[in-house]
T-cell receptor, first 115, second 113 residues
Framework: QKEVEQDPGPLSVPEGAIVSLNCTYS??????FMWYRQYSRKGPELLMY????GNKEDGRFTAQVDKSSKYISLFIRDSQPSDSATYLC???????????????FGQGTILTVHP | GAVVSQHPSRVICKSGTSVKIECRSL??????MFWYRQFPKQSLMLMAT?????????EQGVEKDKFLINHASLTLSTLTVTSAHPEDSSFYIC?????????FGNGTRLTVT
């Protein structure tokens, strides 16, 4: 069993739709949760960063973490064609630049928003 | 914001040759850098953790002698793929911690012919 599970999709939605992306994990030590967006042939770009359980909102993006269920989500409101990309969840036991901040990634979900 | 610059973005080399990939933190100092490998439509797999001034820590299954990592300064880490073979063809990405978050370079597409 992988430490982090993420449905690879692909997911196709019409412009303006609400998109829901999810990850489950098995390691209860994870405390830091991130969502990255990756365009084709580019490095991942950090979208959202959350510590422990709770919600965090930034513009059209909302991240939710439920540590009791070991489940995290990313919601995209009013989706746009420019949101078409691969979305990766990532998590770590500790934050920071030491080796303890090692990220474990989900497989990534390919999202297409069509006009 | 923190920027990680990675070069080259794309390289094609012949089997048996070596290729060096550079990763620089442009506006911050990175004590630790991480090197990942990504196959098409798959997630990022951590290869090694690079610490400035000391030996890198490699993940299980990653050949230390094939993937040489050097982190000589707080702003530069390099990955050298030695005696490259076609199966080493992949997308290599570096990452560093800065500005309270983890940032990634834009990756290097390596093709070994």
């Amino acid at each position: 069993q992988k430490e982090v599970e993420q449905d690879p999709g692909p997911l196709s939605v019409p412009e303006g739709a609400i998109v829901s992306l999810n990850c489950t994990y098995s390691n209860s030590a994870f405390q830091y949760f991130m969502w990255y967006r990756q365009y084709s042939r580019k490095g991942p770009e950090l979208l959202m960063y959350t510590y422990s359980s709770g919600n965090k909102e930034d513009g059209r993006f909302t991240a939710q973490v439920d540590k009791s269920s070991k489940y995290i989500s990313l919601f995209i409101r009013d989706s746009q064609p420019s949101d078409s990309a691969t979305y990766l969840c990532a998590m770590s036991v500790q934050a920071g630049g030491t080796s303890y901040g090692k990220l474990t990634f989900g497989q990534g979900t390919i999202l297409t928003v069509h006009p | 914001g923190a920027v990680v610059s990675q070069h080259p973005s794309r390289v094609i080399c012949k089997s048996g040759t070596s290729v060096k990939i550079e990763c620089r933190s442009l506006d911050f100092q990175a004590t630790t850098m991480f090197w990942y490998r990504q196959f098409p439509k798959q997630s990022l797999m951590l290869m090694a953790t690079s610490n400035e001034g000391s030996k890198a820590t490699y993940e299980q299954g990653v050949e230390k002698d094939k993937f040489l990592i050097n982190h000589a300064s707080l702003t530069l880490s390099t990955l050298t793929v030695t005696s490259a073979h076609p199966e080493d063809s992949s997308f290599y990405i570096c990452s560093a911690w800065g500005d309270r978050a983890r940032h990634f370079g834009n990756g290097t597409r390596l093709t070994v012919t």
